[in-house]
């Protein structure tokens, strides 16, 4: 469910308790000035689950920390950067003629059968930072191009993803497909430490203010008992920007 500027969002009753996420996105893509909000809600308790992996983890540490007993120490690898620093200097008079023959490739002045973009990529993620660092442009109009025109949405699937990923399967919307953060956090070394997304617990009958700045986003979590009703409210102040969106996600 989603509300801009300001509104409220309805939660029907369920046969279980169930329990969401509520994300505060400020959805604007240019600009520097944080928007501020308050977000309320009545007919909500506490969450008992902890917002973990539905697919944790479960083997050795990859922790390779100097603090554990008998841990191996971490070495700074010179030869290894030094390689790599060379690498890069041999690259960079390349890389003027990569990106031209790519904005040709865009404009179909080039012959298909010469190279294939294909080739380069086996899967989406692949293509799609391709593109966007083989541009010829830069900032929002490359990443505007890259996914298709709709970066407001853009913005907000991804997220909503930060808390929900691998929390509850939604399709492939909300899903960051190359990590899952939530399950590989308490095994780097951490300490056990989960994933560190800043989540508030959300109390009832109680207006809770916030700001958020262009792009930026809280975090908030809920839940509603078994055949209770809730209503969810933002307020988006005397003159809500459009900007401004409450996400609703269930996770249980």
Known sequence: QIVSGSG???IAPSTTTAEYVAIVLNGATRGSAASSFTLSA???VAPVAPLVSASP????SFSR????AGAPALERDVRFEEGLRARERALAPLLPAARQWYAEQRLGTMPSAAFSRSSLQSAPDDAFFFKLVNSPDTG???LSAVIGGDLAGFVRDWTVSHAVDDVVQLGTTFQQPSWNWHSIYPNLGTGGQSYPLLVNILANATATPGSVIPGGASFYRFAVNASGN???SLNGGAIPSATMQLILVRTR
């Open 42 to 44: 009545n007919g909500i």
């Open 8 to 10: 409220d969002l309805v």
């Open 57 to 60: 983890f479960g083997g050795a």
């Open 140 to 142: 929002t109009v490359n």
């Open 230 to 232: 809730a209503t969810v």
């Open 65 to 68: 920390s100097v603090d554990g």
